[in-house]
């Protein structure tokens, strides 16, 4: 009669779902850092915007956000 014990380890399906699933994670955090760096140049050009205007408007350098709350 054959033994009837359960099989060591993860099954096939277990595994495959897995491979799925750091697949898909990988493929996240690729696109996150693809936003990422583009968030961060859009940040670059906007200060170098900033720093033209307020070398060319001297003014708006002693208005900050806070005064206008």
Do not use: C, H, N, W
């Not at 277990?14 to 955090?29: D, G, I, N, W």
């Not at 961060?40 to 001297?58: D, Q, V």
């Amino acid at each position: 009669m054959p033994s009837r014990d359960p099989p060591y380890g993860p099954d096939r399906e277990q595994v495959e779902a897995a491979k799925r699933t750091v697949e898909q994670t990988r493929r996240e955090m690729a696109d996150l850092e693809s936003q990422i760096r583009s968030s961060k140049e859009t940040i670059a050009k906007s200060e170098k915007i900033l720093a033209r205007l307020k070398a060319r408007f001297p003014e708006l350098e002693a208005t900050k956000p806070e005064d206008s709350a």
